[in-house]
């Protein structure tokens, strides 16, 4: 069973930063893409950044210039830097790879189950 966990939510003053991790528990053979989708009250999930193996990074256009994702491969982590936070960033965090846990499985999602960020005005 592979499970996501993400952490470093909080609560932060506009123009903060937070960093947000996320990490697998149990065993992963390959992982193709990692990425941060958010979903604020009332809103659909949408892409925040997403970074494939190759190192190619892909943002959502309202949060381009202000965070930053990176992976581990060796750790197989991925991480978010999200500086000049805005109120409008305010939703749920999750933390969603798509990977195979072995060499003879499918690419398949996984999901982490979210991390609280909450920017005050």
């Known amino acids: 069973q592979v499970q996501l966990v993400e952490s470093g939510g909080g609560l932060v003053q506009a123009g903060g930063s937070l960093r947000l991790s996320c990490a697998a528990s149990?065993?992963?053979?390959?992982?193709?893409?990692m990425g941060w989708y958010r979903q604020a009250p009332g809103k659909q999930r949408e892409l925040v950044a997403q970074?494939?193996?190759?190192?190619?990074?892909t943002y959502e256009d309202s949060v381009k210039g202000r965070f930053t994702i990176s992976r581990d491969n060796a750790k197989n982590t991925v991480n978010l830097q999200m500086n000049s936070l805005k109120p409008e960033d305010t939703a749920v965090y999750y933390c969603?790879?798509?990977?195979?846990?072995?060499?003879?499985?499918?690419?398949?999602?996984?999901w982490g189950q979210g991390t609280q960020v909450t920017v005050s005005s």
């Open positions: 969603n790879w798509v990977a195979r846990r072995s060499s003879w499985s499918g690419l398949r999602d996984y």
């Open positions: 970074i494939t193996n190759s190192g190619s990074t």
């Open positions: 149990g065993s992963i053979f390959s992982i193709n893409i």
